[in-house]
């Protein structure tokens, strides 16, 4: 366990929902008799959503039972992949790519921006436990660099400005379009089509 998930109070339990325990049951009978623990991921990820997107030490005790894992054996899965939070987090985990693409596109100025207008840093959660900033490794959008995942959305072609704006968004309780923030269509050039433009006649 790390020292953030040492340094929480832990609930005493956890136990699924009837709507998620059957979730979980259909997920277990997607692997082979005995193999059952490959369905640890898709359980601990299941459990994070339903506690508030994070994963107290009681949930991954749970998923270990289930799956007949020794307990070690998930809190490794769930220390090594950053997609698993040992803490609590607020309702809204904007998680920024920094990684080379983002960084030539300007990504420190988006950190910096977000930094500003919530009044925390990389790492922290706001007073009102409604935004927590974080640092992320390749999203997979490169060529729509910069851009940041915030809770199971994607948001590219991000700058200064218009990342405070989905922020503000955010805190009317909005939930922004995502995608690119430019304007363009998918990944095609920042200024649009520049061959193909035209379909030569017969």
Same mark, same amino acid.
């Given at each position: !366990? ?9 609930? /005493?339990?956890?136990?699924?929902? $009837?709507?998620? *325990? ?7 009978? +997607? ?14 990820? *299941?459990?994070?959503?339903?506690? @508030?997107?994070?994963? $107290?030490?009681?949930? !991954? ?14 809190? /490794? ?10 803490? $609590? ?28 207008? *919530? ?8 007073a009102d436990g409604q935004f ?12 729509? @660099?910069? !851009? ?11 700058? &200064?400005?218009?990342?405070? &704006?989905?922020?503000?968004? *955010?805190?009317?309780? /909005?939930?922004?379009? &995502? ?9 095609? $050039? ?8 035209? +379909?030569?006649?017969?």
């Amino acid at each position: !366990m790390t020292d953030a998930a040492i340094d929480v109070k832990q609930p /005493e339990s956890f136990a699924f929902t $009837p709507e998620n *325990l059957a979730q979980v049951k259909k997920i277990i009978l +997607r692997y082979p008799e005995g193999r059952q623990a490959s369905a640890v991921l898709p359980l601990l990820a *299941l459990a994070q959503k339903q506690h @508030a997107n994070w994963l $107290p030490k009681a949930a !991954m005790d749970r998923v270990a039972d289930m799956l007949g894992m020794a307990p070690i054996r998930v809190y /490794e899965v769930a220390t090594f992949y950053s997609m698993y939070n040992l803490a $609590p987090v607020g309702k809204h985990m904007i998680e920024l790519c920094t990684t080379t693409p983002c960084w030539l596109r300007g990504s420190d100025d988006i950190v910096k921006a977000c930094e500003k207008h *919530l009044g925390v840093a990389l790492g922290e959660t706001t007073a009102d436990g409604q935004f927590t900033l974080k640092e992320a490794e390749c999203l997979g959008a490169c060529v729509n @660099a910069p !851009m940041a995942q915030i809770g199971e959305r994607f948001y590219e072609d991000l700058t &200064s400005e218009n990342v405070v &704006s989905l922020i503000d968004s *955010l805190k009317r309780g /909005e939930v922004p379009k &995502s995608g690119p923030q430019s304007g363009r269509c998918s990944s095609e $050039p920042q200024g649009g089509p520049t061959t193909l433009k035209a +379909r030569k006649s017969a």
